[in-house]
């Protein structure tokens, strides 16, 4: 497998299809330089014409050749859309007049990819409108990448136990589209839509226009990318933006069929559904928490639970986004933003993390192997969502949680061996994996940045957050001598 050329041409046949549409949305922030006329627009005009001109080389050369995915052909091009569109994106902050190091820049636009919302970068509001547009389009491509992978690819794969939503949309695509296309399409239009209605909710809200359109894409996108040093925290005396952000953070991190199944007459999809559900909860009960916490401390009710209700949905959803240095709130707040930081939102959204499904599966086996310790001859049904838990699904969530969770481990131990303290090692290692964005501590922390880590360590992050976003399984699947001789 895998050792003919005409094996590999259709893979990069569609690659070079995803490479023409990153280098045309390039046009965008291109333009915005142009009319302003600043430097950085030939920055953007050499990377448009790279990539095209690799977009060229691979049509011509694959131009007779048929796109028909073989499942290990799915596999390899999931990994290497990832890496080669955050490759080629990083081209323009190689390029601009910040000359970003290559090692920071491919930080950069990893992170804005996979919509894990850490930066290198210093002084953002003084870059150029055309990169902050740039690094918003980038987490906006991420987060419809996202969705797509989660609903199509992912449970196609039988990766992670994600099997367990491949009946449900390949059910809800026969009856209510007339073909998988239509899936997407109407996805790209809830996607779209809802970024339309933040930038105006933004823009009405107070915010300039470009920031309206760039935290609007990064808030759908769950990606967390702001065009301020201070993250939202520059709008922090704003309370009405950040309850909007909260809302919109929200929107992006709940599955996106449920969105198409209300708008086809299902009215109570949404609520119906146990990811939702379970993430509603947890949402309530962790802000209702913190919120009494930091009253008791001496804040102000209404400002508690503005800014604790922001900076939860912020973590739990993975977009990264800090309105306050949550690390300052105690040691109670500290502890739990750091446990908030694998959640994650839902299955078929745009968010990263663990996924509520895993932990309420997890809580449907342990509710069972304690009823077989009770019962040990005892026959018990398990059922999610109304569909069963059958073993492939329950094998997927147990050696995606194991490998999770041993990614982070082995990456915190990478990082302590390039001299990174233990918070800092520990919650970067999870804040990449779980693609959430700022970590804990006084250098990564919310308040901080990841540009004085070891160029190493960086590297060691970038790949934290691919195999997170890949759901860690798509990639280790590669590394086995097994596939290749399938």
Known sequence: MGGRVQ????????????WLVLALFMVLPWAVLVIEGEPDATAFGLSIAIVLSAV??????????????????????????????????????VLAASRLSFTNAVFESVSAITTTGSTILEGIDSLSDGLKLWRGIMQWLGGIGIIVMGIAILPFLKVGGMRLFHTESSDWSDKV??????????????YCGFTFAAMVAYWLGGMAPLDAVVHAMTSLATGGFANSDASFGAYADSPHLLWMGSLFMLAGALPFVLYIRFLRGARLALWRDQQVQGLLLLLAVVILVLTGWRMWLGTPPFEA????AFNVISVVTTTGYASDDYSAWGALAVVAFFYLTFVGGCSGSTSGGMKIFRFQVAAILLRNQLRFLIHAHGVFASRYNNQPLTDDITRGVVAFSFFFFLTIAGLALGLAMMGLDF??????????????????????????????????????????????RLEILTVLVLLTPMFWRQ
Do not use: Y
């Open 423 to 468: 918070t800092t090692a520990l919650s970067g290692a999870a804040t990449a994996v779980a693609n959430v964005g700022p970590g804990l501590g006084d250098i990564i922390g919310p308040a901080g940045n990841f540009a004085p880590l070891p160029e190493a360590a960086k590297w060691l992050l970038c790949v934290g957050m691919l195999l997170g």
């Open 56 to 93: 060229a080389l691979i049509w011509l050369a694959t131009m007779n050749v048929r796109i028909a995915l073989k499942p290990w052909q799915m596999f390899v091009l999931t990994t290497l859309s990832w890496v080669t569109i955050s490759g080629f994106a990083s081209l323009p902050l």
């Open 177 to 190: 589209m007339p073909r998988t296309g239509g899936i997407a399409k109407a996805t790209l239009g809830i």
């Open 305 to 308: 639970l503005t800014h604790v």
């Open 7 to 18: 094996d590999w041409a259709p893979v990069f046949k569609v690659l070079s299809v995803l």
